[in-house]
């Protein structure tokens, strides 16, 4: 059973920090590519960062709209993954899921299939 269960959000303002951490325990996914999805009012659901670790480092992908503010990164020892979101803006603000792949084949964030129980965040003045 897929365990991915988030942590860490909340409302900040623009301009703002938040870190979302995940706990992941359970099988039936890859623990080798795991990464966030976000879900924000009036969109789908859409992956915006990817950890793969599956060659012994750590290779990172993330979406346009997050690249150089949001940082990914896993503690393997701790079953940990986490989210660094830096400079959040409103169009931000959303619902934040841990994911992960089940599939073999390439790792990205927007090849996820499971994924847990989300963290709301909210960016706003």
């Known amino acids: ?8 959000g909340g409302s900040v ?3 703002g920090s938040l ?3 995940c706990e992941y325990s359970g099988d039936g996914y890859r623990r080798d ?5 976000r879900q924000t009012p009036g969109k789908e659901r859409e992956g915006i960062a990817a950890i793969f ?10 979406d346009d709209s997050v690249m150089g503010r949001f940082t990914i990164s896993q503690d393997a020892a701790k079953n940990m993954v986490y989210l660094e979101m830096n400079n959040l803006k409103p169009e931000d603000t959303g619902e ?6 089940k599939t ?6 927007k090849y996820f ?6 963290t709301q965040v909210t960016v706003s003045s």
């Open 1 to 8: 059973q897929v365990q991915l269960v988030p942590s860490g």
């Open 13 to 15: 303002q623009p301009g």
């Open 19 to 21: 870190r979302l951490s």
């Open 33 to 37: 590519c795991l990464g966030w999805v």
């Open 53 to 62: 670790t599956g060659h012994g480092g750590a290779s990172k992908y993330y």
């Open 96 to 101: 934040y899921y841990c994911a992960a792949k």
């Open 104 to 109: 073999s084949g390439y790792c990205h964030y």
């Open 113 to 118: 299939e499971v994924w847990g129980q989300g």
